[in-house]
């Protein structure tokens, strides 16, 4: 997992949390730097009869703020203990001023995603991707390219990428249609870890394709001068 990575903890004077191994956020969710965080607490909260909840508090090397992260632990074992959360929320995907003003309802889902993804809860999140990826091809289509407001949100989200974003037609193929058409949003489907990263696979292709179009569409300011002045 790109949010996650596997943490070793020590400590020797409670043989309760000595040398057991948690999930923890790769990146501080204050100052988004990738870290090793130090452990300076821990405690624990029995849950049920064969679970108990894992309670710690880090402390990032770069920043030094504290978060806390939540475990749930079976049979006391020192390995594989779920990671349930981490408080505060871990960190924000960033984009261009462009992408915002263009879309912040996307931003505003996208990041709602992310915090899903970041919790393992990839039902949610995929379901979130998608619809944030809807918004912005449909904002971008009425807002930069000055399309018919009403024709654009009848579109389907394929027939928008193809309309509006792929109008080469190289990225709208088949498995792309299966991709963001099918997967995660129907009853009783379980989905594997390989159709989540592909949808973030093509989720991000299409973000790129849009940002460029923004930018050739909103070049900055000190161009259009050059572009004045050798015309002049």
């Known amino acids: 997992m790109d949010f996650l990575k596997m943490n070793s903890l020590s400590f020797p004077a409670s043989n309760h949390y000595h040398q057991i191994k948690i999930l923890i956020p790769s990146h501080c969710p204050h100052c988004s730097q990738a870290m090793k965080p130090i452990t300076t607490k821990s405690h624990s909260y029995n849950y049920n009869s064969k679970e108990e909840i894992n309670i710690f508090l880090h402390q990032c090397p770069d920043c030094f703020k504290n978060f806390v992260t939540t475990h749930l632990r079976k049979n006391k074992e020192k390995e594989n203990i779920e990671f349930i959360s981490c408080y505060p929320s871990t960190r924000k995907s960033q984009f ?21 993804e970041q919790q393992n809860h990839f039902e949610v999140a995929g379901v979130g991707y998608r ?31 193809k309309d509006y974003v792929d109008t080469q037609g190289a990225l709208t193929s088949e498995e792309v249609v299966r991709v963001l058409g099918n997967d995660f949003i129907y009853y009783g489907q379980k989905q594997e870890q390989i159709e989540f990263n592909l949808l973030k696979w093509y989720l991000d292709i299409f973000i790129q394709q849009i940002e460029t179009k923004l930018k050739l569409l909103h070049p900055p300011v000190a161009s259009q001068q050059v572009e004045k002045q050798i015309q002049s």
């Open 96 to 116: 261009s001023r462009l992408v915002e003003d263009t879309s912040p309802k996307f931003i505003d889902i996208y990041n709602q995603a992310f915090s899903s």
């Open 131 to 161: 619809l944030a990826l809807e918004f912005l091809v449909k904002d971008f289509a009425i807002k930069a390219l000055k399309q018919d407001e009403a024709e654009v949100k009848s579109k389907k989200l394929f027939e928008a990428l």
